[in-house]
């Protein structure tokens, strides 16, 4: 009152309605949503403290349960993307001073050796060449020597596009006090994954991969090893916003319920919807449709004389697929001609494999063959026109 405001900085606008080309999404992701995935996001909002929206939010635990096969009541969702999740899992289960072993054969054990050295983690980074996985002697060898408060393993290695087996690796970390972390950003409901049978301690994953939802909600599993250990801390975790003694007490995890930051209503909605739908297909008929789309796709990349970037054939990742670029092929070229002319994501390479490879992508909805057969008609196109096919 009395002020003498300044004057408004004009803003006129964009001249036009939001416009949105369509796309097929076939790189690492976000893929394409499932229609029904969309349609949830379009209901009216709830409050996200009133009873019908905890119905949903427990909806989603049970549905998280089914993806992750677990039986922990410790599931939720953390509100924001695969980055999310992983700084959540860090902040929570390392405290300042402990050792966490990285397995780092790709540009997320890289990120999570930065997470996790701002959280004061003694850092163990365990390089490996990217393009190959972990075997068991060198994981075991590296948790017997250190014994870890936590050893991270990266499932569906996304830059290279290796699949790291974790069997035998819960017992191992349990006998050696470790809690056993995994990334399954863009490989959780494309490929096996048993939480419980496999002692795995904690998982984050994204919405926006196989789950076929929008990004924005990141899946999160702990096991009761991990629980106890975030409530023996000595400290607070790092950040507040990721603290999941807070956030879990807002999904219910510890009996009541209170508010700790505003559930992101609509987004949940679709991930209610996602998981549905994954309920709806079974976990075995969505893992088998995964595998012979990747089957699909191979069969014919290797016609046009692709070959893959990952030589062990039980290490490829099939939700992301990581193909050599070769000698004196423009990638970049391919790529563009992709998408000019077939309105199709494919990508390059990231991290460690710029310039090295392409990267498809055959996830959740995308998982179709008239996807992969338009892909394959992307790449016979884009060789042609380099000259390498006729
Ligand atoms: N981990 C893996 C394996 C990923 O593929 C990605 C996303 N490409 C991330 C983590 C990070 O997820 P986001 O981009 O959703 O933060």
Redesign the pocket.
């Known amino acids: 009152p009395g002020e003498v405001l300044p004057e408004i900085l004009p803003y006129a606008g964009p001249s036009t309605v939001i416009d949105v080309p369509s796309r097929l999404l076939m790189g690492?992701?976000?893929a394409n949503s499932h229609p029904r995935v969309l349609a949830a996001q379009t209901l009216p909002l709830l409050g996200h403290m009133h009873p019908p929206f905890f119905k949903i939010m427990n909806e989603i635990q049970e549905g998280l349960q089914y993806v992750f096969q677990t039986s922990s009541k410790y599931t939720l969702l953390i509100s924001?993307?695969?980055?999310?999740?992983?700084e959540a899992t860090i902040t929570n289960l390392v405290e300042p001073g402990d050792t966490i072993v990285v397995g780092n054969n790709?540009?997320?054990g890289s990120?999570v050796c930065d997470m996790a050295a701002r959280y004061g983690a003694n850092v163990v980074n365990l390089e490996k060449e990217a393009g190959k996985a972990f075997s068991f002697e060198e994981l075991s060898q590296a948790v017997t020597q250190h014994k870890p408060a936590v050893l991270f393993l990266?499932?569906?290695?996304?830059?290279s596009g290796v699949h790291q087996n974790l069997a035998g690796l819960g017992k191992l970390c349990k006998d050696n006090g470790t809690l056993l972390l995994v990334?399954?950003?863009?490989?959780l409901g494309g490929v096996p994954m048993f939480a419980d049978n496999w002692g795995i301690d904690a998982i984050?994953s994204?919405?926006?991969?196989v789950l076929a939802a929008p990004?924005g909600g990141?899946p999160l599993f702990l096991s009761q090893r991990a629980v106890d250990k975030l409530k023996a801390r000595k400290t607070k975790p790092g950040s507040y916003n990721l603290d999941l003694n807070l956030v879990g007490d807002y999904w219910g995890w510890f009996g009541s319920r209170s508010y700790h930051h505003t559930g992101m209503v609509s987004m949940w909605y679709a991930m209610r919807e996602a998981l549905a739908l994954v309920g709806e297909e079974g976990l075995d008929a969505m893992w088998a449709r995964h595998q012979r789309e990747h089957e699909h796709l191979w069969a014919g990349l290797t016609e046009m004389g692709l070959e893959p970037f990952v030589e062990n054939p039980d290490e490829r990742l099939i939700t992301?697929n990581t193909i050599k670029v070769p000698e004196g092929v423009d990638w970049a070229a391919l790529v563009k001609n992709a998408m000019d002319t077939y309105s199709v994501e494919i990508a390059g390479g990231?991290g460690p494999t710029v310039g090295r490879v392409w990267r498809v992508g055959i996830m959740g909805y995308n998982a179709q063959p008239q996807n992969i057969e338009l892909v394959l008609a992307a790449f016979r196109d884009g060789l042609r026109k380099q000259g390498r096919l006729p």
């Open positions: 690492p992701g976000p924001g993307t695969g980055h999310a999740g992983m790709g540009i997320w990120r990266c499932q569906g290695e996304s830059s990334d399954t950003v863009c490989s984050y994204g919405s926006q991969k990004p990141a992301v990231l």
